[in-house]
T-cell receptor
C-alpha cells in the first residue's frame, strides 16, 4: 500500500517562530505533493503544492522544501501566527487511470501560542 | 459560497442500522470521493467515482458502498453500521485528472 509518513503528530510553537512539518514517501511514481490545512469544524483546504521537478516553492509565509533523492518534503511556516493553528496534512498524488488519487499523511496538529 | 455540501453534520446511529451519508457539489466536477478521517491515521480513501454510475474502491472499502446516480450527488452507504465505523467522513470533489480536491465540512458519525 502506498504510504506517506508525516511527523510530528503535534507541534506547539510560539508566535513568530518557525513551524516545520516533515513527510516522507515511498512510491517514486508520485508526481504532485500538496499540503492541506484544516481548521476545526471545516474540511481540509489546499494550502500549497509542489511538483518533484522543483526543490522549493514559497507562497507568503509558507514554503515547501522538496528532496527528491531522499523522497522527503517538508512544510515551513515562517513567522507563525495564532491563526495558523490548525491540522496540516501532507499528501502525494498519482494518476490511477480513471482519476488522480491522493494519499494523505497522518496529520500534524499545530498550535501557535500568542 | 458553499461548493461541497454534506447534509448531515452529526449523526448518531445504533449498531446494525443502515446509514446514508449524502454529498452534493455545485462545481460540475467529474470526480467525487469519500474519505474517512481518524486521529493519527489521517484521511483514508473509501471509494471514489469518476463519472455517473461509475465507482472504484479506495484503500478501505470494506463495510461501505456508494451510489452516484447524478453527477452532482455522491452517497456513502453503511449497510449495517458497526462501532468501528464511528468516524468523521469527508466528501470531496475534483475536475477530471485534476490534483486539487475541494472538501465538504464533514459528517461526524457515532455508532452506538
Amino acid at each position: 500500500q502506498q504510504q506517506v509518513k508525516q511527523s510530528p503528530q503535534s507541534l506547539i510553537v510560539q508566535k513568530g517562530g518557525i513551524s516545520i512539518i516533515n513527510c516522507a514517501y515511498e512510491n517514486t511514481a508520485f508526481d504532485y505533493f500538496p499540503w492541506y490545512q484544516q481548521f476545526p469544524g471545516k474540511g481540509p483546504a489546499l494550502l500549497i503544492a509542489i511538483r518533484p521537478d522543483v526543490s522549493e516553492k514559497k507562497e507568503g509565509r509558507f514554503t515547501i522544501s522538496f528532496n527528491k533523492s531522499a523522497k522527503q518534503f517538508s512544510l515551513h511556516i515562517m513567522d507563525s501566527q495564532p491563526g495558523d493553528s490548525a491540522t496540516y496534512f501532507c499528501a502525494a498524488s498519482i494518476s490511477s487511470g480513471s482519476a488522480r488519487q491522493l494519499t494523505f499523511g497522518s496529520g500534524t496538529q499545530l498550535t501557535v501560542l500568542p | 459560497d458553499v461548493k461541497v455540501t454534506q447534509s448531515s453534520r452529526y449523526l448518531v446511529k445504533r449498531t446494525g442500522e443502515k446509514v446514508f451519508l449524502e454529498c452534493v457539489q455545485d462545481m460540475d466536477h467529474e470526480n467525487m470521493f469519500w474519505y474517512r478521517q481518524d486521529p493519527g491515521l489521517g484521511l483514508r480513501l473509501i471509494y471514489f467515482s469518476y463519472d455517473v454510475k461509475m465507482k472504484e474502491k479506495g484503500d478501505i472499502p470494506e463495510g461501505y458502498s456508494v451510489s452516484r446516480e447524478k453527477k452532482e450527488r455522491f452517497s456513502l452507504i453503511l449497510e449495517s453500521a458497526s462501532t468501528n465505523q464511528t468516524s468523521m467522513y469527508l466528501c470531496a470533489s475534483s475536475l477530471a485528472s485534476a490534483n486539487v480536491l475541494t472538501f465538504g465540512a464533514g459528517s461526524r458519525l457515532t455508532v452506538l
